[in-house]
């Protein structure tokens, strides 16, 4: 029997800087899926010459719709697929770990892989951004995405499990890149909070919602902390003292104050929002 | 031209630089086209309907010109287009000219015994409706009201100030300034710009090295404000300083919620200039490829 193989998929945006760089490194794994949401910088080329198997372009809707369609819809052969960002590398080890893992005919259907942000030049391990377990890698057709529209969470049907070793996240982007994607993610995730507040998400029930940890976080992050007061200043404490980020040094620090800004950035979307929409409703009576 | 003016008066010409001004121009132009009979828009080619709008005004022509940097852009305002008239006010979308600055703009041009090049003005500054006296630094004043022979922007990466040729008169009546109507999400982008700008430009004076302190204690305002600005470069912890001086030096905290929402911004920005500046003076994206060039080559054997 041969051994299952991994097919990559990695949706894109305006990637030329490093896709070519990815997809050298996801190659070493299986073949390469690129979905790109047509990109503007050649992304699509540089994808095609540095060996993608297939580049599919798609006008971008939102992150979990994206994603799931490219699942639907890609023309993948493998038995196993692992999502991959253009701004993350598998690591050998990883590697490895996968092939040896998928050869023993496993019980799991879906595997969550766990990812080191490398910020300024450093690998950072606190802050609470470490360890950041996703399922990335899934038998094909037993996984898709929650629909949300931003921070996205998978859903696999049947067993799961854990890879020992991680995948990089290169933030090797400029900071004004950076604060440009931020400013575009606190808009999208305003219009969550937005949406929770007026009971429009498509979250399920109350009830079952302490089942799992992640669920009762999830809670938590809808409905007490977008009335907590002083975000910013708890983000921080949070991830400068309270998940040891003073430990990864300049690099946490800067992260720190960085997610402080996103967080307030956040807040204040949300209350101009808010306030638009009441302003919207009285004009109409 | 309001009523009150003799015919004789000739006003002022205007103009507005924009790009995407689409929910400011028209309440803009309106404000303008009260007293001007010449305003020109300097658009950067917009994907807005900002020209559109801006088309649909009696009296305004619009050009449009590739947003290289800011100075150039200004210069060419001045300098490369005509005006039917020798003064030009210079505005901005989100700024709106009261009825009492458009009346005394026009007296102030007409007034032989004034000589001046160039009028100076203060402005209000509005967030969530309200004027956030104290914690915009209320009076900042800002040549708005040119003889554009006589007035050159200075070669700088943003927030460029004009050099006079001639004396400054000041005006007492203000403008209104909305940098929030746009909304948040551009006003951060907005400042995510300037603030790769200030950096770029605080790297160069970082590289010339300290400025005479003589120059903090000039009388000129504008002087005094622009060598603070240079020192402050050489700071460390800007946001938090900016924070300090505008929420409690400036008495920010007089302006309620607005005001502290407002300084915090401020201080948003001024850390991401710092934190810019220290992007560009030591190479984090060298440093982060060549760590990720070992993590990839595999454990040591």
């Given at each position: ?285 | ?67 290289d940097t800011e100075y150039k852009q200004r210069n060419f305002a001045l300098h490369e287009v ?66 554009p022979?006589?007035v050159t922007y200075e070669v700088?990466?943003?927030?460029v100030?004009p050099i ?138």
């Amino acid at each position: 029997m041969s051994a299952p193989r991994v097919d990559i998929m990695i949706p894109t945006l305006n990637e030329a800087d490093h896709i070519a760089q990815t997809i050298a490194n996801a190659r070493e794994l299986g073949d390469v899926y690129v979905l790109d949401s047509l990109s503007t910088d050649g992304t699509q080329q540089i994808a095609r010459d540095a060996g993608a198997a297939a580049v599919v372009e798609r006008p971008f809707t939102n992150y979990s719709d994206q994603k799931n369609w490219g699942i639907d819809n890609l023309p993948f052969t493998g038995d196993w697929i692992f999502i991959l960002d253009a701004d993350e590398r598998i690591t050998p080890e990883l590697r490895d770990e996968i092939r040896q893992k998928l050869a023993r005919a496993p019980r799991a259907n879906g595997y969550y892989v766990n990812r080191v942000v490398l910020f300024m030049g450093k690998p950072v391990r606190h802050g609470g951004l470490y360890p950041s377990w996703n399922l990335r890698l899934f038998r094909r057709g037993t996984a898709r995405y929650e629909e949300r529209t931003v921070h996205e969470h998978m859903v696999c049907n049947g067993a799961t499990d854990y890879l020992h070793h991680e995948m990089l996240h290169i933030r090797r982007e400029s900071l004004s890149r950076f604060l440009e994607k931020h400013i575009r993610y606190a808009d999208l995730e305003s219009d969550e909070w937005l949406k929770w507040r007026l009971g429009q998400s498509t979250m399920g029930s109350p009830g079952s919602l302490f089942k799992d940890q992640l669920a009762a976080r999830q809670w938590i992050r809808r409905n007490i902390w977008p009335r907590l007061p002083g975000r910013p200043l708890w983000r921080f404490m949070y991830m400068f003292f309270f998940r040891f980020g003073f430990m990864d040094g300049l690099p946490g620090w800067q992260l720190a104050r960085l997610m402080a800004c996103y967080e307030y950035m956040i807040g204040l979307l949300y209350k101009e929002k808010l306030q638009r929409r009441k302003e919207s409703s009285r004009s109409l009576k | 031209m309001t009523s009150a003016n003799p015919p004789t008066r000739t006003p002022p010409s205007a103009v507005v630089l924009t790009l995407n001004e689409e929910h400011n121009i028209a309440d803009c132009l309106r404000a303008l086209g009260a007293f001007s009979d010449d305003i020109v828009v300097l658009d950067s080619h917009s994907t807005d309907r900002t020209v559109e709008i801006a088309r649909s005004f009696p009296n305004v022509r619009v050009y449009q010109r590739h947003f290289d940097t800011e100075y150039k852009q200004r210069n060419f305002a001045l300098h490369e287009v005509d005006y039917r008239h020798d003064w030009v006010y210079i505005c901005d979308a989100d700024e709106r000219v009261p009825e009492d600055l458009a009346r005394e703009l026009t007296e102030a041009i007409n007034d032989p015994a004034k000589t001046h090049a160039a009028f100076r003005v203060r402005y209000r500054n509005m967030y969530l409706g309200k004027w956030i006296k104290h914690a915009s630094s209320y009076p900042v004043w800002i040549i708005r009201l040119v003889r554009p022979g006589k007035v050159t922007y200075e070669v700088r990466q943003t927030n460029v100030h004009p050099i006079v040729d001639g004396t400054i008169g000041e005006l007492k009546s203000h403008f209104v300034h909305y940098s929030f109507n746009s909304g948040l999400v551009r006003w951060f982008a907005k400042h995510n710009y300037y603030s790769t700008r200030e950096a770029m430009e605080g790297v160069r004076i970082r590289r010339e090295g300290r400025p005479r302190l003589r120059k903090l204690f000039a009388a000129d305002p504008m002087i005094r404000r622009r060598a603070m600005k240079n020192f402050s470069y050489f700071l460390i912890g800007r946001g938090f300083f900016r924070f300090l001086h505008q929420y409690l030096i400036k008495a920010g905290f007089l302006d309620g919620l607005a005001g502290f929402h407002y300084c915090m911004m401020i201080s948003m920005y001024e850390y991401w200039i710092e934190l810019k500046m220290t992007e560009f003076e030591s190479n984090w994206r060298g440093a982060t490829d060549r760590k990720v060039a070992k993590m990839l080559a595999g454990r040591p054997a």
